[in-house]
């Protein structure tokens, strides 16, 4: 019978910065960016692989960050809503959220904004139905969608055009 | 190593069933093995015009596969799952072996011949995947065995198939769906598979509905009676997704439009086909 493993170290990046950790094998990627990383603009909506409010990009491809353990994610960059600023510098992403009115509450936007971003990072042009199916993984309880695609959109031109 | 863990251990591939059943504690293993940073085993390969996926090919590898998108059915059902962030981990191999009833790749692939590859200390085996699948979630794998590969026939020339699943949202199982895929000759249909899901304990192969097309040629009334037999095959459940009349109603709709879409395509009519959800 194999042992039972105790804590595992793992070595991964987040928002561009190494990061060596030992984690429980049973700890999530959420309790892992929230708790150990302290990086708390990573939220826990549902807890059930539903609402996207836990979004990161892994490999810059958009995950669900509590239905992930913290121990596959070693080798691998991760990004989190912290690490679309740089330099002080809202993402245009994010800016666009600000001007478009693509938020009420907040708490659903981080995971919305690394949605858009594999969006954005894929497909320089996306279509409104594109558009939609990208974030039909990212639940909005204050039902702004009308202004959240409005943002998805407004992010897109600005990135062409920088 | 699953031998000597014994029945209780369970494999992680996509994670994205298993880990939501372990926070609700339906599932309690009593060790994960995670089969994610075993190399080699996420692949398309085409081959005697028929597709060989690895088990652990994600949904989004499958949706974004210029090979898979050559049987159109495939890209319905892989384009459909859940949301982007589902699509980006969850597995075909990992779908089959979940056997979840609501499950999109059985339903899909039902209508296909597939045949599933299984792995286990006593060398591979072969398993059509109308065997494969015993119940709801349970399937012919010993505890010591694993899915390797989803091996997919190629459809014969003439042949169209769509998959149509409607859900209350995208992340969610849906309520009902249906694959078809028929084989035609002109007007005629020369073949005609027909799969429910979501409306039995595990996918059903809607045999009546199947022979009221076959040979037939396909008009209104071919159409409607198929659309009958497919009501009368479904056996839902009442849930919190929708009453049993309401899918039993929803899935004969499903079925008539997916057979309308399955002629366009054995047309040749390139036809862009999703799941439905508001």
Known sequence: MPEIIGKVPIKLKVNGKPISVTVEPRMLLVELLREELDLTGTHVGCDTTYCGACTVLMNGAAVKSCTMFAVQTDGTEIT?????????QLHAIQ????????????????????????????????????IRKAIAGNTCRCTGYQNIFKAIQLAAQNMKRA | MLSELGDDAKLLAGGQSLIPLMKLRFANPSHLVDLNFISATSYIKEENGGLRFGALTRHAE?????????????????????????????????SLAEADPSGDWATVLMTLQTEVRCLGTNGSRTVPLADFIKDAYTTVLAYDELVS????????KGSGGAYLAFKRSA????????????????????????????????????????????????????????????????????????????????????????????????????VEVSHIYA
């Open chain 2, 149 to 156: 590969e989803v091996e997919v026939k190629a459809p014969p």
């Open chain 1, 80 to 88: 989190t809503v912290e690490g679309l600023e740089k330099d002080g």
């Open chain 2, 171 to 270: 992340p969610v199982y849906p309520t009902a769906s249906a694959a078809v895929q028929l084989t035609m000759d002109g007007d005629v249909c020369k073949d005609a598979a027909i799969t429910l899901g979501c409306v039995g304990l595990t996918a059903i192969k809607a045999k009546a509905a199947e022979a009221a097309l076959r040979g037939q040629r396909i008009n209104d009334k071919a159409i409607t009676s198929a659309m009958e037999a497919a009501r009368a095959a479904a056996d839902p459940q009442s849930d919190m997704r929708g009453s049993a009349d309401y899918k039993r109603t929803l899935v004969g709709a499903l079925v008539k439009r997916a057979i309308d879409l399955a002629i366009r395509r054995a047309r040749g009519e390139q």
């Open chain 1, 95 to 130: 800016k666009a959220f600000g001007d478009s009115y693509g938020l009420q509450c907040g708490y659903c936007t981080p995971g919305l904004m690394l949605s858009a971003l594999q969006l954005l990072s894929r497909n320089k042009q996306p279509s409104e139905k594109e």
């Open chain 2, 62 to 94: 499958i949706e974004a596969s210029p090979a898979a998108a050559t049987i159109p059915i495939l890209h319905d059902c892989a384009a459909g799952i859940a949301d982007v962030q589902v699509r980006n981990r969850g597995t075909i191999g990992g």
